[in-house]
């Protein structure tokens, strides 16, 4: 089966830091992966490069088929079959949760206004906010918010999502909302890779757990590898993490 991502021997770095330092991992269409580690283990800047938000500068990542390395790459056609969303929620404040929703269809895919509404209308129900295509932004709570740039990003029918740290500004109720609809999407069959600090979610949905450590992949495997780390940095990362 061909993977819907792959990162082969990943090298970024910021200045003198190197961030990335020979990432490889593949996933396979349909997987929930969830990448864990220390704030500064590289986790976040995969996961850009995935999307070409950040070039790198060895190796090869693949997405859906594009080649995310290659200069010439069509990042408008990257980005309609790979959506992001990230811990800051990014809705337009001056637009409706609806406006915000249909904007990427009918300016990226050229839909027209009334098939945009009737996508929207249809993420909106999937994420639980039908009643909410009218309210704007400020008018919602944080856990709605990011639900609504969840329902944004499905708009786009992703073939692949990733989700950075999308619950890290959330109280717990606000977290446990957000999770539900991730997990909803994960039986649903969609592939994503999510960053994540939630353990008890890697735990209960994902089918692969990475642990990224000093910007290598330390050690993967399935959710059990949480209860039996093989490394001491995972240990020791599991024990301050609960």
């Known amino acids: 089966m061909t993977p819907a991502v792959s990162l082969q021997g990943v090298r970024k770095s910021f200045g003198a830091l190197r961030v990335l330092d020979g990432v490889s991992f593949d996933v396979a269409p349909g997987e929930v992966v969830a990448v864990i ?3 500064g283990s590289g ?26 390395h290659d200069p010439g790459l069509d990042l408008r056609a990257l980005r309609r079959d790979v959506g992001i969303v990230f811990q800051a929620y990014n809705l337009f404040p001056h637009l409706t949760i609806e406006e915000n929703i249909c904007l990427a269809p009918t300016v990226v895919k050229r839909v027209g206004r009334k098939e945009a509404r009737e996508v929207a209308a249809r993420v909106l129900a999937q994420v639980g906010l039908a009643d909410k295509a009218q309210s704007w932004p400020e008018q919602l709570s944080g856990g709605q918010q990011q639900r609504a740039a969840i329902a944004r990003s499905l708009a786009m029918q992703p073939k692949v999502m990733l989700l950075d740290e999308v619950t ?6 606000l977290t446990g909302e957000v999770l539900r609809v991730i997990e909803a999407l994960a039986e649903g069959g969609m592939t994503i890779v ?5 353990m008890g979610f890697a735990r209960r949905v994902a089918d692969r757990v990475l642990f990224m450590h000093q910007g290598r992949v330390h050690e993967q495997g399935g959710p059990d590898i949480l209860d039996s780390p093989a490394t001491p940095e ?5 024990g301050s993490a609960l």
């Open 234 to 238: 995972l240990a020791q990362f599991v």
């Open 168 to 173: 890290s500004a959330l109280d717990p109720e």
């Open 37 to 39: 580690g220390r704030s």
């Open 194 to 198: 999510m960053v994540t600090h939630e």
């Open 43 to 68: 986790k976040s800047t995969a996961l850009r490069c995935i999307n070409r938000l950040e070039r790198i500068e060895e190796g090869r990542i693949l997405a859906c088929g594009h080649a995310v």
